[in-house]
């Protein structure tokens, strides 16, 4: 069984960074800097989503992350052919499988791990051999850590996005089912991460869960840089987190 640990990781997401440097073309704002802010600021690692439209992270970028940082690089990453390819040729730290709709803005519900294991298999198995630890977005569903389970992922990351949506009693319900899940898995000795749509002001409550090891945050962080820096915004988040615990 995986232990609870006093210490929670931040994992700063630096992909709108990139969507704001998109908007127009060109290389400013490089989120490369960004990442190294990050790091300066405190974040324990930089995941970047490399979609498969390119829509902000592109392939240079992840090459000059790779390069570059100084801490553990997690790769977001569909379940293509493709994305493995790459996910193999730069042997980032992690690499976390989410899935990924061209229509969507951004990612809006966990993996179906358990509708999708023959397809994952061979794409877990291929990033395991080649060192790289496995994560997948899963919801907080016990037949996805099941089929965690049955994958061999060492890590899931479970998606906190409906919790971020809602209010009242509706989101102590979200909460108990993320700390469940977090429960469930660490039971398994599975690494808990979580993350998507979370702040300032609901982290605090995610972050209290004991079994969880690591927070991604990134949209939320990049938004209040635009007002108080990414070094304040990123320092302030991990204050949260800590307090938290």
Do not use: W
Request: aromatic share 2%; hydrophobic share 50%.
């Amino acid at each position: 069984m995986a232990p609870a640990s006093s210490s929670l990781r931040l994992g700063v997401n630096i992909d709108h960074v990139a969507t704001v440097r998109n908007a127009r073309g060109g290389a400013f704002p490089d989120p490369v800097r960004a990442a190294l802010l990050a790091a300066e600021a405190g974040a324990d690692g930089i995941t970047a989503h490399l979609r498969e439209d390119r829509r902000h992270i592109t392939d240079d970028d992840i090459a000059r992350l790779s390069a570059g940082l100084a801490i553990p690089l997690n790769l977001e990453m569909a379940a293509t052919a493709e994305m493995l390819a790459i996910a193999l040729r730069h042997r980032p730290h992690a690499a976390c499988i989410v899935p990924e709709k061209r229509e969507e803005r951004t990612t809006e519900g966990g993996l179906d791990a358990a509708g999708q294991s023959a397809a994952l298999a061979p794409i877990v198995a291929a990033l395991r051999d080649a060192g790289v630890r496995v994560s997948l977005f899963i919801e907080p569903d016990p037949r996805q850590i099941e089929a965690a389970l049955q994958l061999g992922a060492p890590v899931v990351e479970l998606h906190t996005g409906r919790y971020a949506e809602l209010d009242g009693e509706a989101r102590a319900r979200e909460l108990r089912r993320l700390a469940d899940a977090a429960a469930l898995a660490a039971k398994n000795a599975i690494e808990v991460h979580a993350g998507h749509g979370l702040t300032y002001d609901n982290v605090a409550a995610v972050a209290a869960i004991p079994q969880l090891r690591e927070l991604n945050i990134g949209h939320f962080l990049v938004g209040e840089a635009i007002f108080v820096g990414l070094d304040a915004s990123v320092r302030r988040m991990r204050d949260a987190m800590e307090s938290a615990r």
